[in-house]
Nanobody
Framework: VQLQASGGGLVQPGGSLILSCATS????????VGWFRQAPGKGREFVAA????????NYADSVKGRFTFSRDRIKNTVYLQMSSLKPEDTAVYYC????????????????WGQGTLVTVSS
């Protein structure tokens, strides 16, 4: 199982970015893909998660209405579209996988990709 996050960068407040999580090693079954973030000096924070079938999503209150999921089933890639970005969204973003529903605790996830840095600054 592998996950590879990409798409981070520098964006101005109010701007948008799309993060990608390319997955391999699992193509069917009851899985969920989650996004977490970690700002300097802080713990890993839940951002959003989606069931592999796409029918069940879970968003942190801090990003609800600003971040949304999409999927490319052929490429086995999950996308997180982030809009109306704020300076407090600045962090390293990680994608992860778990067996089961899209839960919020990092300890529930068993595979992690490397992070991609998102910086929101003017």
């Amino acid at each position: 199982v592998q996950l590879q996050a990409s798409g981070g960068g520098l964006v101005q407040p109010g701007g948008s970015l799309i993060l990608s999580c390319a997955t391999s090693g699992f193509t069917s079954g009851h899985y969920a893909v989650g996004w977490f973030r970690q700002a300097p000096g802080k713990g890993r924070e839940f951002v959003a998660a989606i069931s592999w079938g796409g029918g069940n999503t879970n968003y942190a209150d801090s990003v609800k209405g600003r971040f949304t999921f999409s999927r490319d089933r052929i490429k086995n890639t999950v996308y997180l579209q982030m809009s109306s970005l704020k300076p407090e969204d600045t962090a390293v973003y990680y994608c992860s996988r778990r067996v089961g529903s899209p839960l919020k605790r990092p300890s529930e996830y068993d595979y992690w990709g490397q992070g991609t840095l998102v910086t929101v600054s003017s």
